[in-house]
């Protein structure tokens, strides 16, 4: 992977941890305050979400730059515990309730954990994937 895709995704992570962290701990609050109180639950839930992702995508990155440094392998950097970690979606309908600027900053931070996602199913490792055996036989169950 070059160095340069690294250097800059690894540079825009971190100035959209900035926004976000700015945003979460002043405006944001104040904005938070003022919605319903299922609303303020949600908007931390988003919050919450936001910073994980970002936290994973940095840390593929870190990854990235340990590999480009000699300081990994590129085969330790395919290990399962260096991939990029998962993230749970945001559900629309919550986040269209949401102030504008959480809106923002939820889709810029799915965005960039959706290329960085598509960089590391590209290194050819593997995705855990669920059993459709497992499947069949978890419904089974919940069926008798």
Not at 61 to 84: F, N
Request: hydrophobic share 45%; aromatic share 6%.
């Amino acid at each position: 992977m070059a160095a340069r895709l690294v250097d800059s995704l690894y540079l825009e992570a971190m100035v959209l941890a900035d926004e976000v962290r700015a945003y979460f701990d002043e405006p944001g609050r104040a904005e938070r305050d003022a919605l319903s109180p299922l609303a303020r639950v949600s908007f931390s839930c988003e919050s919450l979400k936001v910073t994980t992702r970002l936290m994973h995508v940095i840390a593929w990155l870190l990854v990235r730059k340990a590999v480009e440094a000699g300081e990994l392998t590129p085969e330790q950097a395919r290990e399962p515990g260096r991939r990029l970690g998962g993230a749970h979606d945001s559900d629309p309908q919550v986040v269209a309730d949401l102030p504008p600027t959480a809106r923002h900053l939820i889709a810029a931070s799915r965005d960039l954990y959706d290329r960085v996602d598509r960089l590391d199913r590209d290194m050819g490792g593997f995705r855990a994937v669920p059993s459709p055996a497992r499947s069949l036989v978890e419904r089974l169950q919940q069926a008798f």
